[in-house]
């Protein structure tokens, strides 16, 4: 009798859990081992509140197939609730009149309290959040096997003159140097390194934040892609169509050296338990310590017409800003906490690093958008400079100086 009585308290519970219930489909690239890590804690968690979860994943470094799906998606009426939208497209689709207005859940939840106003700015369209923030990515990172330097008795480099010495110690003993994808994302994160080091933040800002056509033809572009066609040297023939993990998986191996990319390398090696400093080392990419190339991960929120889900979707946005969340999900993604109110304690010295710099860089101008990532500029313009970098480091041929040509020709067209 008594259990009876249980069992229909329980079916009742059950019953109105499910009454209340939604279902979110979140689109997003995060395929890798680390990068799925960290998203189950988000999928894990909103579980718990009742709601499904309902993964829509496109592979892809970078998201540029993840966007050409929902594109599809949107255009047909069809949006799923949330997609992983980052920086300038925001304002595209928000422009477009796709997505919808999170205020209130950013009220309850005091974002603005706690998340700087440089990312709020990007969450917002029309001075109303309609994206939220995941986290801060580092994308300046060199990432090194001390073994592998041991081997070759050469030292992790700091500047760009040291890289290539230790370039040719590696070569000769054996070593890949650089571990690097031949995908035009990877080529701009590697070039985008370089040209922070060769024009300084503020030129970097000029030529990528406010395309100056003077800057991006100019003797100091040229400069960068003289810097970066040497960088072809110290990378295997394999390289081209190679995915980012990959190429990190051959860095933890000590099959190659180094990998010029951003902190979601950090989440590879996380997830091949490595630990940083003993393992592993990070330090900024050659020429750039002291400077800051950031990448803010968000979930943007599509305009929805059914009740539940819209609930769930609202749960979903405020997930993602609860501390608990933030703390799984970097330490996996390898990123930092998007709120600056966060216990660290948990971190590794490449994270607390990470957090030191992305606060003293925003005080002396030095924390700079990435444009390889989507922060810096339009998909358009973004595009542009794609396909000149990834022309040029494919071509052995090619020439740094009708490259810097090329280069602001093609951007100017496309804006
Ligand atoms: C994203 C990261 C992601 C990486 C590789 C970047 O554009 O910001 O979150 O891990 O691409 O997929």
Redesign the pocket.
């Known amino acids: 009798m008594k259990l009876n009585k249980t069992l229909l308290m329980f079916s009742l519970l059950t019953a109105t859990s499910a009454t209340n219930a939604g279902q979110v489909e979140v689109l997003h690239?995060?395929t890798?081992g680390g990068?799925a890590k960290a998203l189950n804690a988000l999928k894990d968690m909103l579980e718990e509140q009742g709601h499904d979860w309902k993964d829509f994943a496109v592979a892809g470094?970078?998201?540029e197939s993840a966007m050409t799906v929902l594109k599809t998606r949107a255009v047909s009426g069809n949006p799923p609730s949330a997609a992983q939208i980052?920086g300038h497209d925001i304002q595209e689709w928000g422009g477009l009149g796709f997505l919808t207005n999170l205020d209130d859940v950013a009220k309850q939840g005091g974002w603005e309290q706690v998340v700087p106003p440089m990312v709020t700015d990007i969450m917002k369209f029309n001075d109303g959040y309609v994206a939220v923030p995941v986290n801060v990515?580092r994308v300046n990172w060199l990432w090194a096997n001390p073994r592998a330097f041991e081997k070759a008795e050469a030292k992790v480099p700091t500047t760009l003159e040291e890289f290539f010495i230790a370039g040719d110690k590696l070569k000769a003993a054996g070593i890949i140097p650089l571990a690097h994808g031949g995908q035009p994302?990877q080529d701009a994160t590697v070039f985008e390194a370089v040209a922070l080091e060769v024009l300084g933040s503020e030129d970097y800002l000029k030529a990528f934040v406010e395309l100056d056509m003077d800057v991006l033809s100019g003797e100091k572009m040229v400069e960068v892609f003289t810097q970066f066609k040497k960088m072809r040297n110290y990378i295997d023939a394999n390289s081209p169509g190679r995915d980012?993990n990959v190429a990190t998986t051959m860095v933890i191996n000590g099959d190659a050296a180094m990998q010029i990319m951003?902190d979601?390398a950090k989440?590879e090696f996380s997830a091949a338990g490595k630990v940083a400093g003993k393992d592993y080392i990070c330090v900024p990419a050659p020429g750039t310590s002291g400077q800051f190339t950031h990448?803010v991960?968000s979930f943007a929120f599509f305009e929805l017409s059914d009740e539940k889900s819209k609930k769930a979707q609202k749960a979903l946005a405020a997930t993602i800003l609860d501390p608990k969340f933030q703390e799984v999900f970097n330490l996996n993604?390898g990123?930092i906490p998007v709120r600056l109110d966060m216990d660290m304690s948990k971190f590794d010295t490449c994270a607390l690093d990470s957090m030191a710099d992305f606060k003293s860089t925003a005080k002396t101008g030095d924390l700079v958008p990435s444009m390889a990532?989507?922060m810096a500029t339009t998909s358009y313009a973004q595009g542009a400079i794609f396909d000149v970098v990834t022309h040029f480091f494919n071509d052995k041929n090619a020439d740094p100086k009708q490259a810097a040509k090329k280069l602001a020709k093609a951007v100017k067209a496309a804006i």
């Open positions: 690239w995060w890798s990068e470094g970078g998201g980052v990515h994302w980012w951003g979601w989440g990448n991960d993604k990123s990532h989507g």
